[in-house]
């Protein structure tokens, strides 16, 4: 996903910079890589459910998440994330999301 922050404050504040249209390479080969692991006992189909649900999100890693995109969810999709002081606004660069509930695969690559 692409990021763009600002700092929740009294006013919202105007957008510092307008960031770059990047494919999804950029995730390997950019100059920043924040890499997040939590160990899940969830299947994948049912975790990407999850993910998909905005509210869940609240519960479950304590971030607002608002999709400003109509579904289907996929590549361009775009969101809004806030968290401890701070406003992200992110766009999907790439989308998988294949396979049932007993051995197929899912995620979403940011």
């Known amino acids: 996903m692409i990021n763009t922050v600002a700092n929740e404050a ?3 504040m105007p957008r510092l910079r307008d960031l770059a249209a990047v494919g999804v390479d950029y995730a390997t080969t950019g100059p920043n890589h924040n ?3 939590r160990p899940i006992s969830s299947s994948a189909e049912t975790l ?3 993910l998909e649900y ?3 999100n609240k ?3 304590g971030i607002d ?3 400003t995109s ?11 994330v806030k968290g401890v002081g701070q406003t992200i606004e992110q766009r999907v660069l790439a989308w998988e999301h294949t396979g049932a509930d007993t051995g197929g695969s899912s995620g979403a690559t940011s």
């Open 48 to 50: 990407f459910r999850y």
């Open 54 to 56: 905005g509210p869940a």
């Open 35 to 37: 890499t997040v692991c």
């Open 10 to 12: 009294a006013e919202p």
């Open 65 to 67: 998440v608002e999709w």
């Open 70 to 80: 109509e579904p289907p969810l996929g590549v361009g999709t775009t969101r809004t």
């Open 59 to 61: 519960e479950w890693q």
